[in-house]
């Protein structure tokens, strides 16, 4: 008995063996090079899963390794995945063969994070095109225009805070996201809802949309971790029931905005911000449009005009105080600007800052917020790469676009790790290949709000730039270190700067 149970022992493992074998050599039996040390069941996520490294550190160990490979194989668990590391085959993913690839990577659950599921980052089909559809509608042409009007109100506001907070002849430090969140929250309060944003109080209120915006940001090393963890493993959520968004601020969102649209819908008054555009449409397609899905709505312009636009700030204001000769530089550019439109930030005398353009795609290049792109294959479709590699990519693959490290590549940059917005000008910018360059995407998939974004930012450093001195603070590193949790990267002890009148 206890020879036949040792016999069915030995099978067992030889028959599990074989099963591992048949499952981590995919892309071996496909001549593609794959990451080392694929584990059962974990694939190469066990440094992810244990903290050793975050997604973008375990990323950037395999497109360093495989230097001049077009594509690298990696295991997502059990499932298969690729790493592009050729700007072609990203063109072709994001945008010739769109079709192939229309899903994005990273899942939520619709149970655990319902408003956050109706961001079009995470729909698809139908309902990602009439979620982008309304976005698209409030970012362009003349309805910019308007909301830029209500962006000038907050300069104003963030102008008032400032001088209450520095004195003349005084130098003053402050940690820009804290500084920036404020700027951008009052610009999603007033802008996005129409009402009083509270974000330049200098006492606590739980009302202030940079207390919500912190709330809602907040990562605990638990939190980040399993943000790391569920980006390739989603089915987790079904067992954990972690949401990315807060409860209350789910809740706290689908309150304001019940409370916004019906007010709106009686009022004949026009506004300058993102809801009364939404009226606006409404009345245009003779619909109206389901309160979950404002409710979603507002949490996108929410989550991606705080968050990601105050962390772009901060990281532009921050290469400032390290190179004083391009921040005088753009000063100059700015008060030049000013200067022939009475001293007024608008939408057209941003519209003439180039070179602060310029500073600040040279700082997303440097500084990614989102290290990579994940995409979903939903066709069957081939891919060959510039080394000739060649690979019959399968429904169900995840693709990784790995940004942060295609916009440091020696191989696409001169002198890469040089802060030089020179790059950028007119008659060098030419050179640069744009699927090198991923700040806000590409293809039909492009980040909806770049433009709002772009205005906000601008708006903030003009009118930042154009009173106060950026000088180096020494609590904060250079290059900065970033922290492992979560998905966006952050400064482990945050970007501190000194502020002097001029």
């Not at 105050?310 to 004083?324: K, N, W």
Request: glycine content about 6%; charged content about 25%; proline content about 4%.
């Amino acid at each position: 008995m206890s020879f036949l149970l040792t016999v069915l022992i030995i099978c067992a493992i030889i028959a599990l063996y074989f099963y591992w074998r048949q499952i981590y050599s995919y892309w071996e039996r496909r001549g593609i090079p794959s990451a080392p040390y694929a584990l059962p069941i974990v694939g190469h996520l066990l440094p992810l899963i244990l903290l050793r490294k975050n997604v973008s550190q375990l990323i950037r160990g395999w497109y360093n390794r495989y230097s001049e490979r077009s594509m690298v194989g990696f295991y997502d668990g059990m499932v298969p995945g690729l790493l592009i590391r050729d700007p072609d085959l990203i063109k072709s993913i994001l945008q010739t063969n769109f079709s192939s690839f229309h899903e994005n990577g990273v899942k939520v659950a619709k149970d655990v994070d319902p408003l956050i599921a109706k961001n079009p980052f995470f729909l698809q089909g139908e309902e990602w095109m009439t979620a982008r559809k309304r976005l698209t509608y409030a970012f362009t042409g003349m309805r910019l225009r308007i909301l830029s009007e209500t962006v000038r109100g907050v300069c104003k506001k963030f102008h008032n805070y400032l001088n209450r907070k520095i004195g003349e002849d005084q130098r003053i430090e402050f940690e820009t996201k804290d500084l920036f969140g404020r700027f951008t929250g009052e610009v999603v309060a007033n802008a996005g809802f129409g009402i009083e944003g509270f974000c330049f109080d200098d006492n606590y209120n739980p009302r202030s949309f940079h207390e919500i915006g912190k709330k809602t940001f907040k990562m605990t090393k638990l939190h980040g971790a399993m943000q790391s963890v569920l980006i390739f493993f989603p089915f987790l959520n079904k067992f954990v029931k972690m949401p990315f968004i807060p409860n209350e601020i789910d809740e706290f969102f689908r309150t304001i905005v019940k409370q916004i649209i019906q007010k709106r819908r009686e009022e004949t008054e026009k506004r300058n911000d993102f809801f009364q555009l939404m009226i606006d449409l409404e009345r245009s397609e003779g619909q109206k449009f389901d309160e979950d899905s404002l409710a979603s709505e507002s949490l996108s312009f929410f989550v991606d005009g705080y968050e990601s636009s105050a962390g772009t700030i901060s990281f532009v204001c921050f290469e400032l105080s390290i190179h004083y000769d391009i921040q005088e530089k753009v000063r100059n550019e700015i008060n030049d600007v000013l200067a022939k439109h009475g001293g007024e930030i608008t939408y057209d005398s941003l519209k003439e800052m180039t070179y602060l353009d310029q500073v600040i795609s040279e700082s997303q290049r440097l500084n990614s917020l989102f290290d990579i792109t994940i995409k979903m294959c939903t066709d069957a479709i081939e891919l060959k790469g510039y080394d000739g590699l060649t690979c019959q990519v399968e429904p169900g693959t995840k693709l990784i676009i790995p940004s942060r490290y295609l916009q440091r590549d020696p191989k696409y940059w001169t002198n890469p790790e040089a802060f030089d917005p020179d790059r950028w000008s007119d008659q060098r910018k030419a050179d640069i290949n744009k699927y090198c360059f991923l700040a806000f995407g590409e293809g039909p998939r492009i980040c909806v709000g770049l433009r709002m974004a772009l205005l906000q930012t601008k708006a903030a450093l003009a009118a930042l730039i154009s009173k106060y001195r950026i000088e180096r603070s020494p609590r904060t590193s250079y290059p900065v270190k970033l922290g492992l949790l979560g998905v966006i990267s952050t400064p482990i002890d945050g970007l501190w700067v000194y502020l002097k009148r001029l």
